[in-house]
């Protein structure tokens, strides 16, 4: 079975700074199917990234991905507080959805 | 407006049953895969299982494989989780969510585009 590791477990940044968080597939898979989320205390996940490296409508252009094989990242420039949250990668299979264990970022 | 809208969980005893729905609205439910994840206090994200638009095909979570069982309804716009044999480690908050697909160029993205707010689970004796 698939298994995505995230690094780094916890971070702290200022406003301002550019920050990339990763995304490790234990093996290959499909840029198609790796997306990523954001989670904020209390709410529901949002979707940031799909495929990758596609940005849904209302998404701001701050938020980007890139990566494929087995090596994701996602990365945030121009840090504010509002994105304070925890970022999840997710492996979306036909037969198996998959999360990684999530990245814990605060702005402050 | 697109909404997810989970009911029915709430406290029971290792070894019951609670089944919890999903109310969709705002968008063609039955052209949609849906899921349910869930999320222990204090976790991370886990999926749970997901179904297809039509019923055709469901997918379970090794760790709910034979327990739990999903459903829809598409006249009613309504998903379905029925969870059964309940145990500790299944206390979480339950969401609903949309499966999102998208073709730019010719390339197909997925994800998970719309979510619930969430129904709470705790298994407690």
């Known amino acids: 079975e698939i298994v995505l590791t995230q690094s780094p477990g916890t971070l702290s940044l200022s406003p301002g700074e550019r920050e990339t968080l990763s995304c490790r597939a234990s093996q290959s898979v499909s840029s198609s199917y790796l997306a990523w989320y954001q989670q904020k205390p209390g709410q529901a996940p949002r979707l940031l990234i799909a495929?990758?490296?596609s940005r849904p409508t209302g998404i701001p252009d701050r938020f980007s991905g890139s990566g494929s094989g087995t090596d994701f990242t996602l990365t945030i420039s121009r840090l504010e507080p509002e994105d304070s949250a925890v970022y999840y990668c997710?492996?979306?299979?036909?037969?198996?959805?998959?999360f990684g264990q999530g990245t814990r970022l605060e702005i402050k | 407006q697109v909404q997810l809208v989970e009911s029915g969980g709430g406290l029971v005893k290792p070894g019951g049953s609670l089944r919890l729905s999903c109310a969709a609205s705002g968008f063609t439910f039955s052209d949609y895969y849906m899921s349910w994840i869930r999320q222990a206090p204090g976790k991370g994200l886990e999926w749970v299982s997901k179904i297809s638009s039509l019923s055709t095909y469901t997918k379970y979570a090794d760790s709910v494989k034979g327990r739990f069982t999903i459903s829809r309804d598409n006249a009613k716009n309504s998903l379905f989780l029925q969870i059964n044999s309940l145990r500790a480690e299944d206390t979480a908050v339950y969401y609903c969510a949309r499966e999102y697909n998208a073709v730019v160029d010719g390339a197909s993205f997925y994800g998970m585009d719309v979510w619930g707010q969430g129904t709470t689970v705790t298994v407690s004796s």
């Open positions: 997710q492996y979306y299979g036909s037969s198996v959805i998959i």
């Open positions: 495929g990758a490296s």
